[in-house]
């Protein structure tokens, strides 16, 4: 009896053994199987409605006096996409008395939100705004 209980031990303990390797083997697995891993850089085409919305969020910006004179998004001159749920874009327009110094301007939009205007770029595209990756995709130079 005591060897058949023994063998039954040696069993369930090398059954045991198997189930934990398993559990090891398959736990980084599933454990990262949910998530999105790293967000990818998408160009997007920027249609007239996203000039449209990015023209009214630079517009809340400026002071009235100036609205009616600003011009833009400049032809040629915006750049649209994404980085995992987040848009992204960059528009220059030209103001009264300093014209485009310091453009493009820098945007982003979480979903469901408006767009947000983070001020000029003065050169440097990615301060913290835009991300690299988006920069590298535009073929665009920062210069921070």
Not at 52 to 63: M, N
Not at 69 to 92: H, I, K, V
Not at 98 to 126: A, I, M, N, Y
Request: hydrophobic share 40%; aromatic share 8%.
């Amino acid at each position: 009896m005591a060897l058949s209980r023994h063998n039954a031990d040696v069993k369930s303990g090398k059954l045991f053994a198997i189930l934990a390797i398993g559990l090891a083997i398959a736990w980084p697995v599933s454990a990262n199987a949910g998530s999105r891993g790293a967000p990818i850089a998408r160009n997007l085409v920027a249609t007239a409605q996203v000039k449209a919305a990015l023209r009214a969020a630079h517009l809340r910006t400026l002071p009235a006096a100036d609205r009616a004179a600003t011009r833009g998004p400049l032809a040629r001159s915006t750049y649209y996409g994404s980085y995992g749920g987040r848009r992204y874009a960059l528009a220059t327009f030209s103001h009264p008395r300093v014209g485009t110094t310091d453009q493009p301007e820098l945007f982003s939009k979480l979903p469901g939100r408006p767009w947000r205007d983070h001020g000029d770029s003065g050169g440097c595209l990615t301060q913290g705004v835009i991300p690299p990756a988006l920069v590298r995709l535009w073929h665009l130079r920062s210069y921070c």
